[in-house]
Structures are given as C-alpha cells and as structure tokens.
C-alpha cells in the first residue's frame, strides 16, 4: 500500500499541539495504519491523529499503511516542522546621549540586533533608525522582532539629544580712536552671535556701541546666550 499525509504542516510553529491526518491505497483494501513520533514504535492510529505537549525542538511524525493482506507500506509518509515557543532576543545599547548638529537634532546612528536561536528571526524593526535625524530631547526607540515560529519580542533604549555647545560670538578688531574731549570718545561697533541650534542670538556688551569710552584702554566683554 502507500500512505500520503493529506494535512499541511507549517516548517515552524510556537504551537505545542497539532493534527494530522492521512490517507492509504492499495490494490485491496487499506484496513488500518500505523504511525509513529521521533522514531518511537509503531502503534496503531487512526486518522486525524492529535498530537499534544510537544517539547520546542524538530519533530518527525511518521504514519504506514497496512492492506487486508498484511502488507505495510515500505516507505512511510512523514512530516518535519519545528516547535519553538521562545520569542527573539534583543542586543540594544545602553541610552545614548548625542550633542545637537542643527535645529533639527542630530544624526545619530547607533548598533542594535535581534536574535533568535530556534527558528531565527523573520523581520525586525527599530524605529527611528539607525541614522535618522533626531530631535532635541529624549527619543524612546522601540524595537520589534518576530521570528519564523509566529513569536514576537519588543524591547526599547533612548536617545537624548542636548545642546550645550555655547553661542559663537564675533567680535571688531581692536579699536583705537582719538579722543575728543577729556571724557574720551563716543565709539560704535557691531558684534553679533549665532547657536548652532538657535541660530542668531543677542550679543551684549557690557560697555554699549555708541557709548563715551574714556581715555585709555577699555576692554569690551560681549555676552551671548542661547
């Protein structure tokens, strides 16, 4: 007689259980089957055969038919999945501290994986991106992985962008003027300031443009805050 598997059986799955079932021909009449799991005897069954309390890990399900003359089918139908119930793992970094680029953020890329040592990984997502552009704050970055059994893991890390990069200041040359009364000279001068991340900010001096510079020397300190 032959034996055919008429179920279809997933090559991966985190289920613990699962259904077979099967058919027999012959040039008599088939009158009963035998089956078998992981090489164990064989035992009379019937189809559908239920199979319960599978342990993760590769299983073979074999099944023969038998005719009303006492033949056995010679070669077996069988089938091969794997059971696997433990969802991925995650390799993620510690939290990130990146210093801002623009006022949009920082680029930042960073090393992350997913891992999964039964029946691997299907598809795995982080999102933002290793690379993408982001904000200034803190940014949760979620990880997802699913592996081939169905099985599906999440896990995440943050990225902080700060800025504490200070303002660039510009400032004239060094002035020298006459004086034109015993107070000195009226002297005017242009500063200005720009932030990486603010971009034009208020320069302050502590002795005004335009203002009455006494005779000598005056040193100018010009302020800038982002």
């Known amino acids: 007689p ?5 179920s279809t059986q997933p090559a991966a799955t985190n289920s613990t259980s699962t259904s077979i079932t099967f058919i027999g021909t012959d ?3 088939v009158t009963s089957f035998e089956g078998r799991i992981d090489g164990a005897p064989f035992s009379t069954v019937t189809s559908p ?3 319960t309390g599978l342990n993760d890990g590769s299983h073979t399900y074999e099944v023969r038919a038998k005719d009303t003359n006492g033949n056995v089918d010679p070669s077996p139908a069988s089938v091969a999945w794997l059971v696997d119930t433990v969802a991925p793992t995650f390799d993620l970094p510690s939290p990130i501290t990146a210093e ?9 890329t960073y090393s992350a994986s997913a ?3 039964g029946s691997g990984v299907a598809t795995s997502s982080f999102d933002p991106a290793s690379g993408d552009i982001f904000a200034l704050g803190t940014t949760t970055v979620n990880a997802t992985a699913i592996d081939y ?7 995440s890390f943050t990225v902080t962008v700060q800025d504490t990069t200070e303002p660039v200041v510009t400032v004239p040359a060094n002035i020298s003027v006459a004086a034109t009364s015993a107070s000195g000279a009226v002297v005017s001068f242009n500063v200005s300031a720009t932030d990486i991340v603010d971009g034009s900010v208020t320069a302050t001096p502590d002795h005004p ?3 009455t510079f006494p005779i000598g020397l005056t040193t100018v300190q010009v302020t800038a805050t982002d």
Do not use: H, K, M, R
């Open 115 to 117: 891992d999964d040592s």
């Open 27 to 29: 040039d008599v009449a």
């Open 100 to 108: 801002a680029s623009s006022p949009n953020g920082a680029e930042v």
């Open 149 to 155: 059994a169905g099985n599906t893991a999440t896990g």
């Open 49 to 51: 055969v239920s199979l």
């Open 209 to 211: 443009s335009g203002s």
């Open 2 to 6: 032959n034996t055919t598997i008429t």
